[in-house]
């Protein structure tokens, strides 16, 4: 919110003078993905890959012209983002997490996760029209998350390793980010089961996005708020009509440290986290009508 009062705060006595104000609505599609480092293994070789998904973007807009090739256009958009995370290589997985019960296997873990997050997104941006039909833009952009979930797969092969008995599974990931809960308050219906030195072991056959890491849901995985950094061109068609082509560069961890759970690397006594800064990218290629 301070960014956004910044913006607004510089922007106000542009606001005073502007000579056209004028509405429209822009609708579209977000080719996304997120950036940020891999775990590595004990060669240096990477284990996780990011690739992009695609989603869409609609919403209004203000255009407020301050000269003849200068001005400014502040918009509120509902905007899909996320991305697709892939895991392959040695891993470690705790079962009954926090609990007396729990039991640390070694193996090879092959996971992959669809996230789809969605915002509101708050795009401010100043415009210079080099030419008649051309607008160049840049400005800043905060985005509120509203929805947040992952589909996916996640099989590991391995032995626990008190008792080196063997572990091999196959999970299906149904992941709401918002609404699921950890291990403990979470009723598993079916489930892969293992007995290790005389403890149980239910995995579910289809797992939430806490229940096999966490006892208890403490936080959420992506955080609420996102900033970022916003540039592009549009070219009017004609009077109303306009093509848009838009890059943002989030600036914003959008994962939680506290459950940035490391897969590579593990403690007989406790698990071990990340502090990765994972952050959101995304190309938006947009058409618009301006009235």
Do not use: C, W
Not at 79 to 84: A, D, F, L
Not at 199 to 219: C, H, M, Q, V, W
Not at 265 to 277: K, P, V
């Amino acid at each position: 919110m301070k960014q956004i009062s910044l913006i607004l705060l510089i922007a106000l006595p542009f606001l005073i003078q502007a000579q056209d104000i004028s509405g429209g609505v822009r609708i579209g599609l977000n080719f996304n993905n997120f950036s940020g480092p891999s775990e590595l293994d004990n060669a240096g070789n990477e284990l996780e890959t990011y690739e992009g998904n695609s989603g869409f973007l609609v919403g209004g807009m203000i255009n407020v012209g301050f000269t003849d090739l200068v001005g400014l256009r502040a918009e509120l958009l509902f905007s899909q983002k996320g991305g697709r995370r892939k895991y392959e290589g040695a891993s470690a997985i705790y079962f009954n997490p926090d609990s007396p019960d729990e039991v640390l296997a070694l193996g090879n873990r092959d996971y992959v996760i669809r996230v789809a997050n969605a915002y509101i997104d708050i795009p401010v941006t100043l415009y210079f029209k080099p030419t008649e039909k051309l607008k160049l833009f840049a400005g800043a952009n905060v985005g509120f998350l509203v929805r947040s979930v992952g589909f996916g797969e996640l099989m590991f092969n391995g032995n626990a390793v008190v008792g080196q008995v063997p572990i091999s599974y196959t999970s299906t990931l149904n992941h709401n980010y918002f609404k699921d809960e950890g291990y403990n308050s979470t009723e598993v219906t079916q489930s892969t089961d293992f007995i290790v030195n005389g403890k149980d072991i239910k995995i579910p056959n289809e797992s939430n996005g806490y229940e096999l890491d966490f006892a208890e849901r403490t936080a959420r995985t992506y955080n609420g708020i996102d900033v970022g950094v916003i540039g592009g061109v549009s070219y009017q068609l004609n009077g109303t009509l306009f093509l848009s082509i838009m890059y943002n560069l989030g600036l914003l961890d959008i994962t939680n440290d506290e459950l940035d759970v490391s897969y590579n690397e593990a403690n007989i006594n406790q698990r071990l986290f990340n502090a990765d800064q994972d952050k959101n990218r995304s190309l938006q290629i947009s058409i618009g009508f301006e009235f």
